[in-house]
């Protein structure tokens, strides 16, 4: 591994926790769309700003580019406040607008601008190595790696310094209010750390694939836990395990470093989203049958509670009566009997001392509408599911 | 170039029919789009039929413009049911779905697009042209396929006008008299999906969602009838792209989609401003007559208070003793006498008869609805 191997891999690595951490946030605080208008917005701040310090890892460029995020956001949310339109249209309105001006500046002036539209979609992570920063004549690395070690060094502190706050209001918008935190001034040093953040990644990955950095690990995160910090802690972990089996990735394909790394995130986020022990399809889909059975359980109990009439309660009748079908009724059946809640005789179903006890208080449960108790019962009668 | 080029020049002409009817199409279903709160949806969607682009001259290997649409169709589908997916089997909210399928579909057909430029058989100069639309490509057969598309959803929209309509403004409701809502949600969202799939060669995978909803965003605020606004919204869509597609022809370096967007953009500038009904122009102009008003009648009940307790109610009376607690000015003073209320006379006022009726009137309705 070469030199320029690695540091290519530490820029990627150190971007993708910068994003990782404000998008945790804009990700519980349901904003994630904005982070999609800032980065095409920041289009105009960079041209502008490349127009006047000719150098696109000026901190002024930084600044200005972080700017025209900070005024997308006030844009939008003016839009919004006006209630001509709905929410989100405000959002798709004013990026597509900034960034076709930004767009046509580019074009326009193609000439003297050493910006192109697909460093401006890409990034172009795999030149970083070569515009050295050099002070007093030394060599101390690349620019881009310490434009994105600055920011994400303030991200940090900024997060330490005001986790509690960032906390409270994303989760508590009301609590944090009147407790005195001023939802105005997070909200807007959100935006701004987002805006910097943006700005000092899209040299590295471009407009569309900061937005992957931004929304997915937070995303997929999120449906492994629900603790803020494991989540800013997963979600940077995913980030970084992207940044660097990206890089390997494109290098073995021979593409886009940026957009490798997006498709690693992506292969991540299908895994999880699969897969994931509580929040995935196939737990979610797994869970929802064994609710069905139980609930089918509880209605034979409740039917053989209710009739005493032999006929009622023959193993034959029940699927007629309940119209159930034959496997069904099988199957609910068994477990019944394997939960010892019935007892057979000559095709008889009768509901045994447990059984009974444990539909009454079912009963009692679902009549006094208190269906979460329920739960517990589940488990005090060692509920075996099948 | 010359008015008469449109007509005469060819490619000038396809270009000018093609953006025209993308316009409308996109209008038409735009407002579906806009008035579902789907106004993002389109974003998505267009980013998220990239992979399919590449994927379809990777696996053809050819450069058929009808190919590769069928590729952007697919991918884009694909892509619309996984934010439904995830939206209803996570706990992920719908910003975040949008987001995350935008950014990593387009993600996957940037590495696909730069794996194709390494290809030996890289006549892929043409598929650049999708990220941000060049119409001097369209050619006749682009604009009949359009115009096809269009046709075939004018006509599905007339045949299911009435549930789209309900649909749209009452989902609940719809589902109650027992029409197929997961049908009409597909029907619509597939034509939303076929329509910028369409608009990806002109106006390029970064704008089209734009395209899309600027013209419906603009007419909305002109009606309030759902069949009057998608008139209204192709219109301007048509207009919108004629316009864009004759700035950029006029000028070199100039994308389409870029500009075709800043124009509909201006649309909406001027609607949000200009229309009557809900434009902020007219809004700040209503309510600062409203205040006006309100300050004229302050004036005259505080009049009529202290005329009710003189015998003469024309008894003249200091101009001092009004202040601006009681909405006074002196703009609204000389008001007041216009319209033959108050007589003033050097540094006192004093109440006609008609304006003690009309202080009167006034008083006694605000006493019936107040008590």
Redesign the interface.
Known sequence: MTNAQLEIQIIAALVAVACAIPGTFLVLRKMAMISDAISHSILVGIVLGFFITQDLNSPLLILLAALTGIVTVVMVEYIQKTNLVKEDTAIGLVFPALFSIGVILIAKNANDVHLDIDAVLLGELAFAPFDRLLIGGMDIGPKSLWVIGVILFLTLLLLFLFYKELKLSTFDKGLAATLGFSPVILHYGLMSVSSVTIVGAFDAVGAVLVVALIIAPPATAYLLTDNLKKMLILSSFFGVFAAISGYWMANFLDASIAGSMTTVLGVIFLLVYLFAPRQGVFSVMFKEKQQQVEVSLLVFLLHLQNHTDPKERHVNHLQEHINWGKVKSKTILNLAKKNNFVTIDANIALLTPKGEEFTAEALKYITTNEETAIEGLKKRFFLFRG | MELTDFFTNYTLRTITLGTAVLGAICGMLGSFA?LR????L??AIS?ASLPGIALAFIITGVKNDNLILIGALISGLVGTFWIK??VK?????N??A???I??????????????IQ?MPNANQAGLDKY??GQAATLVEEDVWVMATVTGISLIVLLLFWKELKLLLFDPDYTKTLGFNTRFLDILITSFIVLAIVLGLKTVGV??M??ML??PA?AA??WTNNLGIMIVLTSILGAFSGVLGTAISASQD???T???I??VA?AF?AIS?VFSPG?G?LFREIRIRRNRRELHLRKTLTFMYHIARDHEEISHPHAIKILNNFHGFSRKSLTKLEEQQFIKLNGKEWALTKKGYNEAEAMYNKMGTTHD
Do not use: C, E, W, Y
């Open positions: 806009v709160k789907q106004s993002l389109g974003d980013h997916g995830i089997r996570t706990r992920l909210k910003d975040t949008l987001g995350l935008l950014s990593l579909f387009f993600g996957l057909g940037m590495l696909l697009l730069t794996f390494k990220l941000f970064v704008l969602s734009a909803l600027a965003a909305r605020q370096n100039l994308s989609g870029p500009v967007v800043l953009a909406v949000f809900r902020l």
